[in-house]
């Protein structure tokens, strides 16, 4: 008899709906992945690097060189100064948050995930013989910070926040942070794990980071990943920054995770930082995010405000009665465009008829997907 560590976890969600998409032709606006082609630049420093001698095991803790010019992003994006030793290179974002997980919790610990959450959370949480408490987001997609608090106990070991957040696009105010900062100083043994991986895809609010906050970043880790920012999330290389006393651990996990990240594709990172400017981010995508929503516009979706992140939320409930997953397929295999449905995001699968759509597409994909949605 095989008994499975995980029970309840599936297939995700992102290649369940992909795959769909494809059997079926269809304009695949569901998995979170940009169909346009990367920057020449980047292009370009990755066929220079390739003929350079960076072949071989990259150090444990990242490449110096990416890891310096990572310092010198936080300390211009947020003003904070740290050095390449707060620093881990990972194989993306998800490797991050798995390592940080297995390394500092610890059986029968508790660690709280904020729902509609994404879907990597969970399971690290279960692999490290801890309990994860699914506590709803509000329905506007705010923290809860009063039923937060109220689940806080003496075996909270983590809390876990993402924004830009995704699925919903929403974006933390300045009053979020003021009592998560609150929070954090109430439990001064509570360690922060914050997935910022679209924190450079933020639109009228901006993104407030967590680097910025005083009080509380050296308990926390950050996650980020260039597969957001660069537009390359198949090359999977991210980076978590953490105070020393995290990192030690941390490492002791990644040296037996992954031992290094790819050598070749962190030193073409290394050399296109000094090239790009992550601040035009937000505009490229507050366009594309305009053309979606303005094509939509008389459509019988019902769009959710798009603060950050590349995605935007619709309620369904004008158009359907159908579950939102049941939706979802119907859309794909009847209409053409794949999107995810937010209720599997829930721990409780709750159906409140939302949907997910990625527009970190090109013009002519939202225009043929504009057109099949407007016809619904
Ligand atoms: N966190 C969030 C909120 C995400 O949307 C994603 C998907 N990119 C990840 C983490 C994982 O990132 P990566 O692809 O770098 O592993
Ligand atoms: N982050 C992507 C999304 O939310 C999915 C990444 C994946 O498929 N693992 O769509």
Known sequence: MSVSKLPNVGTTIFTTMSALAHEHGAINLAQGFPNFPIDPLLQEQLLKVARESVHQYAPLQGLPTLREKICNLVAKQYGRSIGGQ????????????????????????????????????????????????????????????????????????????????????KVWSSADFDAL?????????????????????????????????NTIRDRALIVSSFGKTFHITGWKVGYVVCSDFLMKELLKVHQFLVFSVNSVAQA???????????????????????FFRQGLKNSRFELWPAEGSYFQVANIRGISTLSDLEFCCELTIKHGVAAIPISVFNADVKDQGLIRFCYAKTTETLQDAIEKLCKI
Not at 89 to 99: L, P
Not at 186 to 205: G, H, M, Q, T, W
Not at 272 to 290: A, H
Request: net charge negative; glycine share 4%.
């Open 86 to 169: 707060e620093v881990l290179i990972t194989a993306g974002a998800t490797q991050a948050i798995f390592t940080a997980i297995q390394a500092l919790v610890f059986p029968g610990e508790e660690v709280i995930i904020l729902d509609p959450s994404y879907d990597c959370y969970e399971a690290p949480v279960l692999l490290a013989g801890a309990k994860a408490i699914r506590i709803p987001l509000t329905d506007s997609f705010e923290p809860n910070w009063s039923l937060i608090e109220a689940k806080m106990t003496q075996k909270t070991k983590l809390l876990l926040i993402n924004n830009p957040h995704n699925p919903s696009g």
């Open 268 to 290: 073409a990172l290394a050399n296109y930082l000094d090239l790009v400017d992550v601040n035009e981010l937000s505009k490229f995508y507050q366009d594309k995010r305009d």
């Open 181 to 213: 900062e609150g929070i954090m100083s109430r439990f001064p043994n509570l360690l922060l794990l914050s997935d910022e991986v679209y924190e450079f895809i933020a639109f009228e609010k901006g993104h407030q980071s967590i680097h910025e906050r």
